[in-house]
Nanobody
Framework: QVQLVESGGGSVQVGGSLTLSCVHSGYTYRAKCMAWFRQAPGKEREGVASIFTDNSATNYADSMKDRFTISQDRTKKTVYLQMENLKPEDSAMYYC?????????????????WGQGTQVTVSS
């Protein structure tokens, strides 16, 4: 059984930065697609970025690629999301998710394991 634990969320001002972490434990970390999603109140969960654990290949949502960076530390089985120049519209619950197979970010419905989320609030 896979367990994902996110951390690093918080409250920041516009233009600030945050780095989220997601620790993977349980089943193998190899050949997994690890991704970050976010969900604001009343909105659909949307993909932010994904990374394939074996070769660190990444994919981003078009609107995120300029300010967000996904990375991993394979020795720690941890995935990071570095967020810069944050805007109020980035405020959301951020979730870590994982699946096997192709790692093209995709829709939330194709991911089978999720963390509990970490809240990011950006205020002006």
């Amino acid at each position: 059984q896979v367990q994902l634990v996110e951390s690093g969320g918080g409250s920041v001002q516009v233009g600030g930065s945050l780095t989220l972490s997601c620790v993977h434990s349980g089943y193998t970390y190899r050949a997994k697609c690890m991704a970050w999603f976010r969900q604001a109140p009343g909105k659909e969960r949307e993909g932010v970025a994904s990374i394939f654990t074996d070769n660190s290949a990444t994919n981003y949502a078009d609107s995120m690629k300029d300010r967000f960076t996904i990375s991993q530390d394979r020795t720690k089985k941890t995935v990071y999301l570095q967020m810069e120049n944050l805007k109020p519209e980035d405020s959301a619950m951020y979730y870590c998710a994982t699946k096997s197979g192709a790692c093209l970010l995709g829709h939330a419905s194709v991911y089978h394991d999720w963390g509990q989320g970490t809240q990011v609030t950006v205020s002006s």
